[in-house]
């Protein structure tokens, strides 16, 4: 019998049913299981993966914050020409996975003042390996593009960091088809259903079967929960802010072995 596929509607409904569980739960305990049990299920027989890999990561968004507040600018929600900062969970969920996978190749979408640029730095610096190439379209407002990566610290702007300007629909097919296969993708560019899609299926074509995918803001459309469910295996957890007022999800390949060097 030939399954019909859910209408939009349906499909929404669904999408905000799985997103109103998380409501009831604690964001950074519910996440920590669900992150957990994926890490543990792709490192089958492998060391356990606990949670204290978030060990170090407070002082290193703390060490963020300091940086831009110095530099007399706002932080948070809308601080960035109404785009937000990472708030600390998806930054501790980045960086979680950076220390967890140990990648060699990393790329992000979206980088502002460059909150998850200086937690994935920090945690590549910590094994003293792996690249990050982050691709950001500055905003029309020239004003603020000095600001453009000021949570990254001279010190680690160097030898691990490739900052790529212009849009990630023209930047990213080049740059992949270059480095491929990365490892880890993170996406907090432009949120719509149609960019998202293009990212995690160009970075997700990019991976060889493993790597891990990270996206912030999926609420804002369904199309994280639709490339996981039309994807080949992947499992995902689905996560929220600290302020519970975003969504943001982690998809891993299920049980297929990792490149990077875990
Ligand atoms: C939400 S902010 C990124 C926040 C950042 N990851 C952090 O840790 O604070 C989004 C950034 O993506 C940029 N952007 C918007 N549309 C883009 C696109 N199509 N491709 C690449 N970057 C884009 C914005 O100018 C902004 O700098």
């Given amino acids: 019998m030939r399954v019909r596929a859910p209408t939009p509607v349906l499909s929404r409904l669904i999408w905000y049913g799985r997103a109103a569980r998380l409501a009831f739960e604690d964001p950074v305990e519910a996440f920590d299981r669900g992150m957990l049990r994926l890490v543990r299920r792709r490192d089958s027989g492998a060391e356990p993966v606990e949670p204290e890999s978030a060990w170090g990561f407070e002082t290193v968004y703390s060490a963020a914050m300091e940086l831009l507040k110095a ?99 023209r930047v990213l097919p080049g740059l992949l088809r270059r480095i491929a296969p990365i490892d880890l993708f993170v996406h907090d560019s432009l949120h719509t259903e149609r960019n998202l899609r293009f990212e995690l299926t160009r970075a997700w074509g990019a991976m060889n079967g493993a790597g891990a995918l990270v996206a912030d803001d999926v609420e804002r459309s369904s199309a994280f929960v639709r490339f996981v469910d039309d994807s080949p295996p992947l499992d995902a957890v689905v996560a929220s802010a600290d302020d519970c007022r975003t969504l943001f999800g982690v998809a891993l390949p299920r049980a297929t072995p990792f490149s990077g060097r875990a």
């Avoid at 948070?76 to 980045?94: C, E, I, K, L, T």
Wanted: charged share 25%; net charge positive; hydrophobic share 40%.
């Fill in 71 to 169: 530099q007399d600018l706002a932080v948070g929600r809308g601080a960035f020409g109404g785009w937000d900062d990472a708030d600390p969970a998806f930054a501790r969920a980045v960086w979680c996975l950076t220390v967890h996978l140990q990648p060699r190749k990393v790329v992000e979408t979206g980088v502002a003042r460059g909150v998850t640029t200086r937690v994935i730095l920090e945690a590549l610096g910590r094994e003293r390996s792996g690249h990050l190439w982050s691709i950001d379209r500055p905003p029309l407002d020239r004003k603020l593009h000095a600001e453009i990566g000021a949570a990254v610290p001279e010190s680690l702007r160097r030898g691990r960091w490739t900052l790529m300007r212009g849009t990630s629909r």
